[in-house]
């Protein structure tokens, strides 16, 4: 087997690998989703209930369309063409589009369930607030 063979092959293999993950999150994203879709749905009634369940299916999502992004850069890394770097320009574009869109409907949606938690008195996830009465002598460094 010629190097050039060998490479083929071996960019082959990983490109099927990085596609699979990214296949693979975004499967396990969706059926997560799903599962806990109906958990609330059973549950609870409002609509409210639903929005964390968007917003880490949405994770998943950009983290999929991250790997499959991946894999396309790797298809073409080995002798690319002008044809496959055009495709590879607009899948790009395409999927960056979709991870932008994505991220800020999660950075709203975020905003949302903080607002939400603060108006309803629950605590928001997040670091511990200092203890009361300074504990230490001053701000942390």
Not at 11 to 23: N, S, W
Not at 52 to 59: A, E, K, Q, Y
Not at 89 to 97: S, V, W
């Amino acid at each position: 087997m010629r190097l050039d063979e060998l490479l083929r092959h071996g960019d082959a293999v990983v490109v099927g690998v990085v596609e699979t993950l990214g296949a693979t999150i975004i499967f396990v994203g969706a059926l997560w989703a799903a599962l806990r879709f109906v958990v609330e749905g059973l549950r609870h009634r409002s609509a409210a209930g639903f929005t964390p369940i968007r917003l880490s299916l949405g994770r998943f999502l950009t983290l999929g369309l991250e790997f499959q992004l991946a894999a396309d850069i790797l298809r073409t890394a080995v002798s690319p063409t002008f044809a496959q770097l055009g495709q590879l320009a607009a899948i790009a574009a395409i999927r960056t589009a979709l991870n932008i869109v994505l991220s800020r409907e999660i950075a709203q949606e975020k905003q949302q369930v903080n607002a939400a938690a603060d108006a309803g008195g629950r605590p928001r996830p997040g670091p511990e607030p200092p203890p009361a009465g300074g504990g230490g002598g001053g701000p942390p460094r």
